[in-house]
Structure formats: C-alpha cells, structure tokens
C-alpha cells in the first residue's frame, strides 16, 4: 500500500487515543466512568501483562492481542495507541516548528546495547525482586505521571480562571478547585523524565522507544517476523534520502534499501515522503528472511548476564516486616504503618504490582490518595497512599478501585469495601480539645461514618471520644477532622495487611413518634 | 505568566481591579461589586451600632426584627407532608411575600453537609426545599441561591442528597461553597471568642437569607438545628471546634445578616448518632415542621421535640443571654396546627 490515507488514518487513531487518555486523566470533576476508563486502558501493554499475571485469565488479556497485532503489522502500537509514543510525535512536531534543522533524522545506527539491556534488566529485575524498573520505565505509567503531576494542575488552574470569570455572571457551572500540590520530592522522577524525554523527542525523533523503553525493545523484537512492514521498490527509488531525514526513528538505511524494522514504529511518513512512491506498506518478501540473525541475540544475551549481575543492587527494596501496631498514648502521633488505598489488600500486595500509573492517585475525588515518597521504601516511591492529613477516604465510593489498570487495586463493590479495615484509629487523650480545653468539640465523632468513634460522658456536660476499633474502617475523616496541630488527638494507624471491620449494629431508639406538641 | 496572574488574582484587591474591569465591558458588575463594598462598610457601622445597643442593654429590638404584621413568633405544623406542612405554616404567617420583597435576591441555606440518601434524613429534606424555593419565586424572588459547606465531598453530597437536583428543578441555583475563593472575611461585633470569620459571599450578596435546617441529634452539642445549620456558611469551621465550640455557635447569630425565616424540618428526625447516623434504626418519624422569625426561641422548640432540655444545649441559654433570641418558649405567641 502506497496510500497516503495511511498515515493520515496514523493521526487520526492516535490523535483520538490521545485525547481520551488526556481527558481520563485531568477529568478533574470525575464524569468519565470507571468501565470507559477500563475499555481505554485495556490495549496498555504493561498494565494489562500486569493484570493478566495477578488474574490469569483472558479476559485481561490486551497484551495478547497487541503481540499479535506487532506480529502481522509491526510496531503499530507504539505510533496508535502509546499516549507516550503519540505525545512524543507532538512533541517532535514541535521541535521541527523551533528548528528546521530538529526534525532532520537520517539513518543512525542502533543503540543495541543499551536497549537490550534495559530490556533484559526490567525483565529479570521484575520477575525476581518486584515492579521497581517497570514502574520507572513502563511508558504508559510515565504518561500517567505526567499528566496528573503537570497537565491536571495546568487545567485546574485554567477551569478555575473561567470560574472566576462565569461567577461574576452569577453561572455556577464551572467550581473554584483548590490546587493541591503533592511534596516537592514527589515530582523528582516525572520531572526528570519530562526532561529526558522532551528533550529526546524534541530533537532526535523516537529515539527515546528504540534506546530506552523496554515495551518498544520488545515489540521491536517481535516484529522482526511481522508479516507487513516497510518495503523498498529498488527500481523506482532515486536514492534521494528523503526517507532517511524524515525517519523520526531514523532507521532507513536507503543506500542498502534496508529498513530496520525492530525500530520502525509505522508511521507511514515515509510513505508520504517519497518523492518516487518507491516505499510501501505490504507483505513481507518471504525469500529475504534467512540472514542478519545472531549479532544482535548475542549482544542481547550478553547485556542480561552483565545486568544481572549488576543493576539489582541498586533497585533493592526495603523489606517489610508487618509491624504490629501499637497504642501509645504519647502526644506525638506514633504511625507504625502507612495506610495503602482500599482493594490492595496488603501493602507488600500493592507494592508487588503498582507501576505508579498515578491513574488512581487523578481519579480520587477527595485528592485523600498521595504518591508516596519513603513511605513504602525507596522501591515504592510514587505508588499511592493514603494521606489523611490532606484528606479522607470517601464512605460511599470505590473509584480508585475500579480504574487501576494493573490489578494492584482489586475492585471492590461498595458493601465490601464499607467492611474493609485500612487501619485502626487511635484516640490521643492528652491531646485532645474536651480535655486540654474543657471545650465542647466532636470532630471526630461526627465525621465518622460508622460511628466506631462516639462519644461517652467526661466531665460536667462534656462529652469525649472513644473509639470502638471493630467497626473502624479506618478512613481517615476523623483524623482530617480532629482541629488540633500539631498533632492530631486521633490518627489512623495503617493495616500492613487489610482486615474485615464489622458491621455497625444499631438498634431502634425509645423515642416515639409524638402525637402533641411536646412546647 | 498565567499563574502568577491567577495567583494575584486570589487577592482581593485584585478581584475587585479584575472585575471593575469586566465592568466596564459588561455593565451589570458594576453593582455587584459596589453594593458587597457599601455592604462591608455597612456591616462595620451596624456592628459598632449592634455592640453598643448590647453594652446600653436595650437588646429586645435587635431581635425583635420580624415585619410588623407577622401574627405570630412561631408556626409549629404536626402531620402532613413536609411541602403541605409549609403551604400551611407559611400561610399563617402572612405568605412568603411577608418576609420578601419583590425583584430581591434570596439565599435558602438547607444543610447538605453529608454524602447521605434523602431517606436517612441527615440533610434537610428535598421536598421541603422545592416548596421553600417555590414560594419564594411566587413571593417575586429575582433569584434564589441554594448553596452548603458539606463535611463529606461536596460533589457526592450535593448529588447524593438529592438536593442539587431539586433545587435545580425549581429554578434555584445550586452554588459551590468547597473553596476558600468563595468567602469573605467579616467581623463578628461583640463575639467572645469568634470575632471574624470567614463566610460565603453569596450571603453578603443576597437581600434576604432563609434558614432551613434539619433538627438532628449532635454527638458533641446535643443537637444541631437552626444556629448550628450557620457552620456551612463559613470556612473555617475547625477553629470553632478548637475554640469552646458553644461559645462560637452563639456569637455567630451576633453576625448583622441573620434570617428572615427559620424553616425546622422535623418530619424525620435522627435521634441518635447525629449529626450523620448509621442507619434508618436512627430515625423517628416526627411528621412537623416549626417556622419561625427567631432562631433561639426555634433551637428551643427543636430541643423540646427531641427531647433534651433546653439547658443542656448549652448555645441556647448562651445566645438568649446576649439577646439574640427569646428561648423562653411560654412568653411568645406560637400558633400550634394540626393536620
């Protein structure tokens, strides 16, 4: 196929991929539902590998289908539906608009080594110590981080520019929404990695996907027995080289009418570029497939050994013993345990599958889900947990639980999860208003949902908390509640591993409907 | 560029430069901004009047606010449905052209502080709301403004109330009130211990506020019903939690836009673990409705149906003491109906 509808057909798909995944993810007054979410998210090569690991079953099995898809067309993938791959295509249109001379590739060789062993690296390092590189390299995870750390506050700020503005007409659609910032530490990697691949797409095209990224070494690989692929018509091509500079993977080699296919990610621009319509999309030459096998294999498996070796000292985890919470009545709040979000059961759970997509960590509506810094380890950096000093965790809602893509949130339905214990809540006396004041105050009895913490008679007419941690679920609103600082008279003490509240028993009350006016 | 800009514009004088110049494109801001700064200037003379009038003692006429002709201090209606409770109670009181004037603004503050079903009874009842909203567009309302600080999310609890959509559906508009952009700072003349605070602006905007709590159980104050329902006009509120809680609920009423109408829902009442309950086992089905011009003398009435004395709620007796109610029940004129 010589047509040029086909990369025009190339903008249109990822141009449509692109702009749902920005809209899931700076959706910050939360209309898209969860099954759109998941619809979208189920062609996301990581992820769904993730899910299908953790479920085992086919119905999470996207990244079957894409492995397919690459055997019979190549890296389609990486140009129609990796947000990251198509934001960078915007990002190198940009480039060209700077400078001219930017979106001039030209053929360059590959960097084998370093791919290869990326590649090998995250496999090995995932399958025996955990999720830390993927979490680092998965390229719809860093999109992911992206936009909840950069765009979303961008979009927030322009909503709240248009609030202003239509509410001085007295039209209340759009709400004022406070800009919450995450710690200063957190946006170290999306920062970095902004820088590396900006920088690298603005510049040298795609070569961020054919060095770095170990879903496009794969794919790459894969696609060395596509059926379809990039061909050269030796008798019409002129040897102009216009294919070759405008290869944003720079991976045509014109003088030798060799397109290297690990790199191509199907863009068809060449198709469009040539002048002699000597380049096309077809079936591969069946007679040409026997050579050009072992360099790259050899250099593949030497680079695994070499980072086996190696790179697992620096990505090691903490490990982490279940401590036993504890209640000690001192005034400083003594958290033994971090809070991990509903449905991922244990925080050595989350830890293993959570590529720190921040999916979850955007869709939160009441912004109680924080990436971490320390809190699970250096290894856990940037995956979610609960902040209640910032928030609390909805009674009534499961969003986070419903979207995550890689299972690392199971999903819960709303009686399941109004049982699920995240941690226990621990009453401070000595820091707490009825007492230090002798004021009335109830913050955090009224702010619970279950009434696990109620209030029993103190002195005179004041009543003080007390809580009663069996039917405490542990979502944080009386600690977000409590108004004392600088530490709070009640804070919630994380479960490592999630527990099953009880039920709140409530019995009628005496009151009887009235039949006069009791005034 | 374009954050610092909106960064400045969280300042208030900025707001008002930014929305003069709209102004000058649009000519209908011009009034908004100068009316709210007369009315800052005006709540600072009234609140030096207010507190000089308690210091001489002649405090009856502060309260004793309501239109000349209103019959009675108190409508209390038994037995009807919320909406056919107010037809009636409102219409003792003269109808709700009493209390409003025609082309004015009106805010209905109803509490919707919980993510919690109309049938838990935790926020003020929709049916009840609609017929409020109802007679005052009647009355010749020019708009009614519906809005609540909520303690749950306040997406799911504007929704999940049911509220949003009623008051939507009988022309109201339904007006954030989750960021601090939308208050205003304002003294409380003569406060004990709250002697500012911030409130939302549309309360300073509007010409006529009416209350329409719901009487609920509190964990901490006993009982949340008129005076309390004022916690979702402000920001702030846990500096009242840390600073004698009581205390603040009675100096906010001392705060010069008080309403007009105070509308009780009592038709479910929680009774226990108030203010957000557990479950319907919470509930007592009261089938009344108290509508009256004084909020106190209103608290006094809701202590009595709940069943409390009214001395253990210790906001009444603080708020009657620095005149800003009558909680003496036996002393006022209550018109008492039953369907």
Redesign the interface.
Known sequence: MKSPFLRRFRILISALVFICFFLVFVDF??IIPGDYINYLLYLQFIPSAMKFFDLRTIAAGGFIIIMILTLLTGRTYCSFLCPLGIGQDIFSRIGGRIRRKFRRYGFKKPFTIIRYSLLAATLIVTMVWGVYLLTLLDPYSIFGRFMTYFAKPVII??N??LA??LG???I?TL????VKGYQLLVYLIPASFFVLIGILSLTKGRLYCNMICPVGTLLGLLSKISLLRIKFDKSACTRCGRCAIGCKSSCIDFLQYHVDVTRCVDCFNCINICPDKALSYGLVNLKKKEQKTDESRRKFVAGSVLLMLGLPHLVKGQDKKAPVPTKVSTVKENKTSPVCPPGGVSIADLNKDCTACSLCITAC??GVLQPALFQYGIAGMMQPVMDYHKSFC????TACTEICPTYALHPLVLEAKKLTQLGKANFIKDNC?VKT?K?????C???????AV??IPYEG?L?IPEVNNEICIGCGHCEF?C??TPYKAIFVDGNPVHQVAKK?E????E????VE??? | M??YY?HS?ENNKKKLY??AL?SIL?D??VT?TMKRRDFLKKSAGAGLAAGAAISVGGYEKLWASSPSNVKYDMV?V?GGNPDAMFDLGIQELGGMGTFIQKGQKVLVKPNIGW?VIPELAANTNPLLLKRVIYHCFRAGAK?VYVFDHT???W??CYK?SGLEKTARSAGA????A?????YQQVDIPGGVKLKSAKVHELLLETDVFINVPILKD????RMTCCLKNMMGVVWD???W???????CIADYALFEKKPVLNIIDCYNVM???G??G??K????????QIITTDWVAGD??AA??L?VEIE?I?YIPMAHKMGLGNMN?DSLN?K?IKM
Do not use: W
């Open positions: 007054r939360y700020v322009i709240n520019f202003g503005i001085k007409f007295d209340f709400s004022h929404i406070t509506p009441n909805t009674y009534n809602c208003i004041e004021t009335a105050c109830g913050a009895s009224e702010a619970c949902p279950t009434k109620y209030m007419n009543v509640a108004p004392t709140p409530n019995e009628q009350s009151i009887k409907t009235p006016f009791p005034f | 374009l954050i909106l514009l930014f929305s709209f649009f209908k801001r908004i209390a038994m993510d708009e303690c749950d999310n997406v799911n999940n508009k339904v007006v954030p989750n960021s601090e952009n939308y509190h964990n901490s104050t509120r846990g500096f939690h840390s600073n004698n809680l009581n205390q009774v226990k673990n203010p957000q557990v479950s086992e919470d509930l007592v089905q009261m089938k009344s006094a009435a009595k149906m069943g253990k210790e029940l209550i008492r």
